[in-house]
């Protein structure tokens, strides 16, 4: 092979390994095999009708040519005015730049900030994707233990034991994927501390904003006027509107930030798709048809789980606050989350070990809640005879 650029060494098994489980249960299944998915976190519901007949007006309405590199300018009106009525300080359209979903956002942000020779702090556990896209820049990941006994919610002790001359950056998800955790106000406040302190960054990744549980709150980076010069935030419709294959999202931070990085941006795709975005305004002006549904779903989908392992098996449920998974302890089947997850796969269960999000999960897998409900009761029903055969039943 000709010889290829150091950024697909840095990458190179950071690719579909983690995926190696819900591959081979998609295989078993293509292959006639009875298993149920608990794997990814696709919305439950399909895209509101609303939103697929504004798609079709605009692109009958001739939509579909160049957008300006920013972004379209109702989307970004839209925007704007979304974050000043809910972070409680004033945006523009200045403070905002479209791309197509958050993953696109956050590998534009990231490179914005840090380079070779630069550290980014990151979660564990942690999005799968995180540690590509931060090693993707030429920076290190450096992982920062989100403990079970704090709700897996980022520490700022914990931060400030890994900060050296080196940090350019602390990467936050609130609402977090894959533990549920929603970091606080005053937790934020701790965090934006170190960085004044340091000079650093905070990246916030905020997609699951919408997506929180009766009983908890969210509360984001974005709305502290004293780090705003230094707040970054990425989000998109993909879950809030349950509308991940339209690729819409966006990162909102400050003029200087935003304009600073609009060359990057333009180099890559120049704007998203006018048809697109009349579909994303519509989205974030009108809000979720979707959302609150998935809420009430999800969240009695985590009870319900919690509900049957915690009474029928030695498995524990770390209950969610938002967002579409929620955390299972394996430590008491003498089994690490890796070996659970493919001796579950036998029983016809597919899940995510949490070996796929980082060192800290090693003894916990991640299950979907996103599967319709009578799936799920079939599901607690295999893991529960998986655990009555490995002598886990309670009595």
């Not at 120049?270 to 809420?295: C, H, L, W, Y």
Request: charged share 20%; proline share 5%.
């Amino acid at each position: 092979m000709k010889r290829m650029t150091a950024v697909t060494e840095r990458l190179a098994n950071l690719g579909g390994a983690k995926w190696e489980v819900h591959l081979k249960a998609r295989d078993l299944k293509d292959a006639g095999a009875d298993i149920i998915e608990m794997t990814i976190g696709e919305p439950d519901v399909p895209v509101a009708d609303s939103l697929i007949d504004a798609t079709v007006t605009a692109l009958r309405a001739g939509r579909t040519a160049y957008s300006n590199g920013r972004g379209e300018v109702g989307l970004l009106t839209a925007l704007a005015e979304r974050y000043t009525n809910t972070r409680g300080r004033p945006f523009g359209p200045e403070n905002l730049l479209c791309f197509p979903g958050t993953q696109t956002a956050l590998f534009a942000v990231l490179a914005g900030v840090a380079q070779d020779g630069d550290e980014v702090l990151v979660g564990d556990p942690m999005y799968a994707t995180y540690e590509a896209v931060v090693r993707a820049t030429g920076a290190q990941m450096v992982p920062v233990p989100l403990r079970p006994e704090h709700g897996f919610r980022m520490q700022a002790e914990d931060i400030a034991a890994r900060i050296t001359p080196k940090t350019r950056a602390i990467l936050l998800n609130t609402p977090h994927n894959p533990t549920g955790a929603i970091l606080t106000a005053k937790d934020i406040a701790s965090i934006a501390d170190l960085a004044k302190a340091h000079d650093l960054w905070i990246i916030s990744d905020e997609v699951y904003e919408e997506l929180v549980f009766d009983g908890a709150s969210f509360s984001s980076p974005l709305s502290h006027p004293d780090i705003a010069d230094r707040v970054i935030a990425v989000s998109s419709i993909s879950k809030s509107h349950a509308a991940p294959g339209f690729r819409s999202g966006w990162c909102v931070a400050s003029a200087a930030f935003c304009e600073a990085l609009l060359p990057y941006s333009e180099s890559m795709l120049f704007g998203n798709q006018p048809f697109i975005a009349d579909m994303t305004e519509k989205a974030v002006r009108e809000g979720s048809e979707a959302a609150s549904g998935m809420v009430a779903r999800f969240a009695a989908r985590a009870e319900r789980i919690a509900a049957r392992l915690h009474s029928e098996t030695g498995l524990v449920v770390h209950r969610p606050q938002a967002g579409m998974f929620a955390m299972i302890n394996v430590a008491s089947t003498g089994m690490n989350g890796d070996a659970y997850a493919w001796s579950l796969l036998d029983h016809g269960v597919a899940i995510m070990p949490g070996s796929a999000f980082g060192h800290g999960l090693t003894g916990w897998v991640r299950v979907a809640l996103t599967i319709p409900d009578d799936a799920l009761d079939v599901a607690l029903d295999r893991i529960v005879m998986h655990a009555n055969q490995r002598g886990m039943r309670i009595a």
